[in-house]
């Protein structure tokens, strides 16, 4: 079994920052890509930002590009999203996903969070 849990929202401000974070752990072989999305109220879920595996090479979405920095620590199996200059409409939840293998003979398989909440409001 594998799990990814968050941890870091919360109420915050319009133009201040937060850092969430997402551990994954189970019967994990390898991570390849993790990523963050968010779903606000009556819209699709998004993606966020991603980042690879292999090279840590990042990228991020239009609306919170320049804001916000994606990094992972590969030796806890977790990845962060810190994020400054809050704005309203960053208000969602927060999920992350891990592209990932149980085993060396098996492929990738995306395991989901079951998301943190960030509301920015003053």
């Known amino acids: 079994q594998v799990q990814l849990v968050e941890s870091g929202g919360g109420l915050v401000q319009p133009g201040g920052s937060l850092r969430l974070s997402c551990a994954a752990s189970?019967?994990?072989?390898?991570?390849?890509?993790m990523a963050w999305y968010r779903q606000a109220p009556g819209k699709e879920r998004e993606l966020v930002a991603t980042i690879t595996g292999s090279t840590n090479s990042a990228e991020y979405a239009d609306s919170v590009k320049g804001r916000s920095i994606i990094s992972r620590d590969n030796a806890k199996s977790t990845v962060y999203l810190e994020m400054n200059n809050l704005k309203p409409e960053d208000t969602a939840v927060y999920y992350c996903?891990?592209?990932?293998?149980?085993?060396?003979?098996?492929?990738?398989?995306?395991?989901w969070g079951q998301g943190t909440q960030v509301t920015v409001s003053s």
């Open positions: 189970g019967s994990i072989f390898s991570i390849n890509s």
């Open positions: 996903s891990a592209d990932l293998k149980t085993t060396p003979w098996r492929p990738n398989y995306r395991y």
